[in-house]
């Protein structure tokens, strides 16, 4: 992600954002107003790329395309 903003009215008492483990920008807010209304929005600006995958995994059954976990 190149960029992103999250815009709440009315304003957040409390706005904080971290990375979570998959690598996700995650956003939480604590509004402790009386309020009618909640508007949130979200802004990002994200590149995109094409991914590329070979033929052969892609013509196999699906269930030879799982990891293998060991339960039976």
């Known amino acids: 992600m190149l960029s992103h903003?999250?815009?709440?009215d009315p304003a957040p008492a409390r706005l904080t954002a971290h990375t979570d483990f998959y690598g996700n920008s995650s956003t939480y807010l604590l509004v402790d107003t009386l309020?009618?209304?909640?508007?949130?929005h979200s802004h990002a600006r994200v590149t995109v790329a094409?991914?590329?995958?070979?033929?052969?995994?892609?013509?196999?059954?699906?269930?030879?395309?799982?990891?293998s976990t060991g339960v039976r």
């Open 5 to 8: 903003e999250v815009i709440v």
């Open 35 to 40: 309020h009618e209304q909640l508007d949130v």
């Open 50 to 67: 094409e991914r590329r995958y070979p033929i052969e995994p892609m013509s196999r059954p699906w269930e030879q395309c799982t990891p």
